[in-house]
C-alpha cells in the first residue's frame, strides 16, 4: 500500500507537446537566406533550445510552455532582408513575367472554327 501511495503521488502529467512541435517545424521550415542573421540567429538559437525540450520526457508543463513561447517571440521577431534597389543600367535585375504570344495563332484558328460552323450551316440549309 505504502508503494503504490508513493508511486500515486509522483506521477505527473506529461504535457502536450504538439504545439512546441508544430513550431519547430515551421521554423525548420523557413528559409535562412530570406531574413536577416541576426533575428536568424535568435531563431536558430530557440529552435536548439525547443528540441533539446522537446525530447525531454522529464520536461514540465512550465518549461514546455516557455519554450512555446519564447520560440513563438523569436518568429515574430523575424526580419526580412532589405531588397536592394535596382540601379540605372542594370539590365539583369528586370524578370519577364510573360512569354511574347503571337495573337496570329488563336485568330487564325478563330477563323477556321467560323468557316466550319459557317460551311455546316450552310450545308444543312441546302438539305
Same mark, same amino acid.
Given at each position: 500500500?505504502?508503494?503504490?501511495?508513493?508511486?500515486?503521488?509522483?506521477?505527473?502529467? $506529461?504535457?502536450?507537446?504538439?504545439? #512546441?512541435?508544430? &513550431?519547430?517545424? %515551421?521554423?525548420?521550415?523557413?528559409?535562412? *537566406?530570406?531574413? /536577416?542573421?541576426?533575428?536568424?540567429?535568435?531563431?536558430?538559437?530557440?529552435?536548439?533550445?525547443?528540441?533539446?525540450?522537446?525530447?525531454?520526457?522529464?520536461?514540465?508543463?512550465?518549461e514546455?510552455?516557455?519554450?512555446? $513561447?519564447?520560440?513563438?517571440?523569436? #518568429?515574430?521577431? &523575424?526580419?526580412? %532582408?532589405?531588397?536592394?534597389?535596382?540601379? *540605372?543600367?542594370? /539590365?539583369?535585375?528586370?524578370?519577364?513575367t510573360?512569354?511574347?504570344?503571337?495573337?496570329?495563332?488563336?485568330l487564325?484558328?478563330?477563323?477556321?472554327?467560323?468557316?466550319?460552323?459557317?460551311?455546316?450551316?450552310?450545308? $444543312?440549309?441546302?438539305?
Open positions: 500500500c505504502d508503494a503504490l501511495t508513493r508511486a500515486y503521488l509522483n506521477l505527473r502529467l $506529461k504535457p502536450n507537446k504538439d504545439l #512546441l512541435a508544430d &513550431l519547430i517545424n %515551421k521554423a525548420n521550415g523557413l528559409n535562412s *537566406a530570406s531574413y /536577416t542573421a541576426k533575428t536568424w540567429a535568435v531563431v536558430a538559437d530557440e529552435v536548439i533550445k525547443a528540441q533539446a525540450v522537446l525530447e525531454d520526457p522529464e520536461a514540465s508543463e512550465a514546455v510552455k516557455a519554450a512555446e $513561447k519564447a520560440l513563438t517571440k523569436a #518568429l515574430e521577431g &523575424l526580419e526580412m %532582408k532589405s531588397v536592394e534597389p535596382v540601379k *540605372a543600367g542594370d /539590365t539583369t535585375a528586370g524578370v519577364k510573360g512569354d511574347a504570344v503571337s495573337m496570329m495563332y488563336p487564325l484558328g478563330l477563323a477556321i472554327a467560323s468557316l466550319g460552323f459557317y460551311g455546316n450551316k450552310k450545308r $444543312k440549309r441546302v438539305n
